[in-house]
């Protein structure tokens, strides 16, 4: 069975604090014993040699008179805290002992005495007759300086034990609460650290940390965290490699942002603040690429930011093949409807047998056909756009709106400042936003006129409707992203992506109103001839409405 993490948290302090203790109690109890045996040493020393200096003890013990001794000395003895005091002669034998009176007149016991004997104050520890002790012997000295007695001082050594082992069970007692606290402590703490931490066993959350890991280096998107004051904490394998980074993740964790990536307006403080962004085209170290921005908010308070991007080229591929895989079906789908339509008229007119009807209705319908793709063929070099050209003029007959193109339009060469995918892009969603504003105006529906012209100096591209119209009070927020007028449907990118598109090519866009109603979009974008595509950080260009 698998302890809980607080389980073995208390394991854990038991075994460490008891280890911890045990050898603070054992060094504590002989560092109190020696010192005791030091400061009783001294205190036995100090007694004997003041007890050895009092004159009529001298003249006493000079005179070997022991009952003048035992009513002097028994009122010194019931005041001193040693365990006995003891008077000896020169000759080694009793005088007075406070412990035993029958001693008095045996010899001293202990063979220490020949030291004192000499004159010098000596502390010991030996067994004598009341068992081991730590005595202290000073010499009585006669007024000439001889030596004619011996006052011993002593504490048993089983007294001091005693002492000692008071002390270390009062702390031990001190360590049991003390103990008893820190567990106490520790419940509530590690109970609070469990609801930090949403109850889970750290084995847990390392598993967590594992699984994030992963799945941070699996996510193709690039991906990186910042903290509230743009501080890197998080960024994935994909992040690097599309920003061109070789540094270690660990590395790059607690830098600013802008040591990684050169600041862009994407990431100013006040619009990092005041709302998420999401798709937006913009460049990080010369790499075109769709990022999103969302912030962290944890408990009603800021913790960061989550950033995501993923390469532009990508995106425009995949969005290629898609357009072109819906192209296709539309187009199909328009042909099938047509023909269907056809069919049946010229099914009718056999019917009826109007054979002259008939063959004039083929000639009209192959005539137009034709002769709009050899105007497409004939003005534009590229198969992908003439494509494009076709099935809108296919798309906008059959929802009632007819496409005319200037005769002016011309562009026989590639167009270098734009890739084929985005420009394909921005006359496409002109196209179908001009067609919709026109179909949604009353009838009869006025031809979506078209201008795609390629000279020496720019691209012109200029759709104009006669439709619904743009108010004045709208047209400074059409190429916010998700800003639309339009009642249903997946609306509100297209413009946005026209915008983005334009303006990192160095164009400009202009929004004029159409006579008597509608509106006209005029793209103007200088054309490169080759030359390296410029960089322009958003914010740069301003669209003229």
Not at 172 to 198: C, D, G, H
Not at 260 to 272: G, K, L, T
Not at 441 to 467: K, M
Not at 503 to 509: P, S, Y
Request: charged share 25%; aromatic share 8%; with cysteine.
């Amino acid at each position: 069975m698998k302890l809980s993490f607080r389980i073995k948290l208390f394991i854990h302090l038991i075994a460490f604090f008891s280890v911890l203790f045990i050898g603070l109690g054992t060094y504590y109890y002989f560092d109190v014993g020696h010192q005791l045996y030091q400061e009783m040493s001294e205190r036995a020393r100090i007694q004997a040699e003041e007890i050895s200096m009092i004159p009529a003890l001298q003249k006493a013990v000079e005179q070997k008179d022991s009952n003048s001794i035992y009513s002097f000395m028994t009122d010194i003895a019931r005041r001193s805290d040693a365990s006995f005091i003891v008077i000896g002669d020169n000759n080694g034998k009793h005088l007075f002992h406070s412990a035993s009176k029958n001693r008095i007149g045996t010899d001293l016991v202990g063979g220490d005495n020949q030291e004192v004997l000499k004159g010098k104050t000596i502390t010991t520890i030996r067994k004598g007759g009341l068992g081991v002790s730590l005595r202290s012997k000073a010499p009585v000295f006669s007024a000439d300086g001889d030596v004619i007695g011996i006052v011993s001082v002593g504490y048993l050594t089983s007294h001091l034990d005693r002492i000692t082992l008071s002390k270390v069970i009062d702390l031990f007692v001190a360590a049991v609460l003390l103990m008893v606290a820190l567990f106490i402590f520790s419940w509530f703490f590690t109970r609070s650290i469990k609801k930090q931490m949403f109850s889970l066993e750290p084995r847990e959350i390392g598993l967590l940390v594992r699984q994030q890991q992963a799945l941070m280096e699996s996510i193709y998107e690039g991906v990186i965290a910042i903290d509230e004051r743009s501080r890197i904490a998080v960024i994935n394998r994909a992040a690097k490699r599309l920003l061109g980074l070789d540094t270690p993740s660990r590395l790059l964790r607690g830098l600013p942002l802008e040591d990684v990536i050169a600041h862009v307006p994407f990431f100013e403080p006040q619009m990092m603040l005041d709302k998420d962004t999401h798709d937006e085209i913009c460049v990080f170290n010369q790499l075109t690429v769709i990022a999103s921005r969302v912030r962290i908010m944890l408990e009603g308070r800021l913790q960061g930011w989550v950033i995501t991007f993923r390469d532009r080229n990508d995106i425009d591929s995949m969005s290629m093949q898609l357009s072109q895989v819906k192209r296709y079906v539309d187009n199909l789908r328009i042909m099938r409807h047509e023909q269907l339509n056809r069919m049946s008229t010229l099914a009718g007119l056999l019917h009826m047998g109007h054979y002259e009807q008939a063959l004039d209705y083929i000639h009209a319908q192959t005539e137009h056909a034709q002769e709009l793709l050899d105007f497409l063929s004939e003005r534009f070099s590229s198969p992908t756009l003439r494509g494009l050209l076709l099935g809108k003029c296919s798309r906008a007959q059959e929802k009632g709106v007819a496409l005319s193109f200037d005769p002016a339009c011309l562009m026989d060469r590639t167009f270098h400042t734009l890739d084929e995918a985005e420009l394909i892009s921005i006359i496409g969603n002109l196209l179908d936003n001009a067609i919709e504003a026109t179909q949604r105006s009353e009838g009869p529906h006025a031809p979506v006129e078209v201008l795609i012209r390629l000279n020496a100096r720019e691209l012109i591209i200029e759709v104009a409707d006669q439709g619904v119209g743009i108010l004045p009070e709208l047209r400074d927020h059409i190429f916010e992203p998700g800003f639309t007028t339009k009642r249903s449907g997946d609306h509100g990118i297209g413009l946005h992506l026209i915008a983005n598109y334009v303006h990192l090519a160095g164009g400009m866009i202009e929004v004029a109103d159409n006579d008597p109603r509608g509106t006209i979009f005029s793209l103007f974008i200088p054309d490169t001839q080759g030359t390296p595509r410029p960089v322009f950080l958003q914010g740069d260009t301003d669209y003229a409405t």
